[in-house]
């Protein structure tokens, strides 16, 4: 699986020249990284000629893996048969085309526009356009402000990252100021004692109260993720959702579901809109529409609004160069196909996720595990000192950097989000290797128990 380079002078290479996202600059310098030369299936090859289980989905993305010819063979032809035209200006490409008609398929059946755009953080910038364009257009120029919750992501754009609620990125930078914040329904963390029923009315109505303090009339939209994926696979209580709906419904303000990481097979519905029950009027997607071959994002658009913004004339003056780049259309289409095969959904419904939760469920007898919570193909777990308490294990999510470290070092890929690990491999994986992730991990926790000094009877 991929040919292994020299690994010092690959690694060389990327300390000279590349400026890796979302890493500390000074210590890359001294420690270095990793450098992937090579996949197959459900695992990468790094140049020291380590095979790793890739249990993220490259950046939740690969869901379908990493040995897809069918996709890879699709960009191959466009690229030959026309490699680029753009679509500004009443053009567009065949391959642009064919891809909005099939997304109109899979996408909920109130959803048949979509603008394209190359990553999840565009598509949510162009949320942005959207809405105000909307309500520019129905006569309520007031509506401009967005609400989104603490801890959400949505991108690293100054509009993506003003509406996601990270701290460490906040502190960067100046926020839009249309933007406001509301709790997000961390349960492990901000739960009383009430049932989960009751904390998910309880978190949602914090969005009630929020709408009520901006007044109705200056709210535009509210934008969320189904389950918080960078977070740390946040998961809300089954009662969160249709409340959330409901609050919007009845204030009139507009409802986008963040599916970029949740899209496509992620939660067990296409959409996680669909999983948690709530009807979105607009919907980001990226990451796995190409199964992460080709960089492709997009806003689905619901009838009610694509009603009014292509009725009413006047330019959307809004759109990338490469808004609908025939390749990564082609790969798009391809990787549609793929999902619409006949039985797909209904074996990870019935059986890779019905397993994945199980084997989760059984990390939570680890004596460093205070929770193991999962959704479709999505866990976490919550590192702590003593199971009976949220007490954790060290400070500054330490622990849980130890455990992350220990997996990648036994062929694991895991991702580490303050004091939890947290997984979501592609959709492919097998029984056999959900075991074999699960021993992998669980070896992981063991190493982190006895470094830190938790005795395991
Ligand atoms: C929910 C969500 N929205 C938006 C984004 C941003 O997507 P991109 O990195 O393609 O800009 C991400 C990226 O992880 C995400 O998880």
């Not at 979302?22 to 420690?31: L, Q």
Request: charged share 20%.
């Amino acid at each position: 699986m991929g040919r292994t380079q020299d690994a010092t002078e690959i690694t060389g290479m990327g300390r000279d020249a590349l400026l890796h996202p979302f890493t500390d600059f000074k210590r890359y310098k001294e420690t270095g990284g990793r450098t992937y030369v090579g996949g197959e299936h459900i695992y990468i090859a790094d140049s020291a000629g380590n095979r790793i289980l890739d249990g993220m989905s490259g950046l939740w993305c690969t869901n379908l893996g990493y040995s897809q010819d069918s996709i890879k063979t699709a960009v191959a032809d466009q690229l030959e048969r026309l490699p680029f035209y753009n679509s500004f200006f009443n053009c567009t490409t065949d391959a642009t085309i064919r891809l909005c008609q099939q997304l109109s398929q899979i996408f909920p059946e109130d959803f048949n526009h979509f603008f394209l755009t190359n990553s999840g953080s565009e598509a949510n910038d162009t949320n942005i356009r959207l809405v105000h364009r909307y309500f520019d257009l129905i006569d309520k120029p007031d509506k401009k402000l967005i609400i989104s919750r603490k801890n959400a992501y949505h991108g690293s754009t100054i509009a993506a990252a003003s509406l996601g609620g990270m701290k460490g990125m906040h502190d960067q930078f100046t926020r839009l100021h249309y933007v406001h914040h509301i709790e997000q329904p961390y349960s492990f963390e901000l739960a009383d004692n009430q049932t989960p029923d009751e904390f998910g009315k309880q978190y949602a109505n914090k969005l009630a109260d929020k709408i009520d303090e901006l007044g109705a009339d200056n709210v535009a939209a509210f934008i969320a993720e189904p389950v918080q994926g960078a977070g740390g696979v946040i998961i809300p209580p089954a009662s969160y959702w249709p409340e959330i709906d409901l609050i919007c419904k009845q204030r009139g303000i507009l409802l986008i579901s963040d599916e970029v990481i949740c899209g496509f097979g992620r939660t067990g519905q296409w959409f996680g809109c669909q999983t948690f029950g709530y009807k979105p009027d607009l919907i980001s997607f990226a990451k796995a529409v190409t199964n992460g071959y080709q960089p492709l994002g997009g806003v689905a658009v619901s009838d009610t609004i694509a009603d009014v913004i292509t009725s009413q004339g006047g330019e959307f003056a809004h759109g990338f160069t490469y808004s609908g780049h025939p390749a990564a259309c082609a790969a798009g289409e391809a990787t549609l196909k793929i999902y619409q095969q006949p039985g797909m959904l209904e074996k990870l419904q019935s059986d890779t996720m019905v397993y994945w939760q199980e084997q989760w469920a059984t990390l939570a007898e680890h004596p460093i595990v205070g929770e193991a919570r999962s959704q479709g193909l999505l866990g976490a777990l919550e590192l702590v000192r003593d199971k009976n308490s949220p007490t954790r294990l060290a400070p500054d999510g330490e622990a849980a950097v130890y455990c992350r470290n220990q997996a990648i070092e036994n062929n694991l890929m895991i991702r580490q989000v303050g004091d939890s690990v947290i997984s979501a491999p592609p959709l492919i994986i097998n029984r056999e290797e959900i075991d074999l992730l699960i021993n992998r991990l669980r070896d992981a926790l063991d190493m982190t128990a006895r470094q830190f000094g938790i005795n395991q009877t």
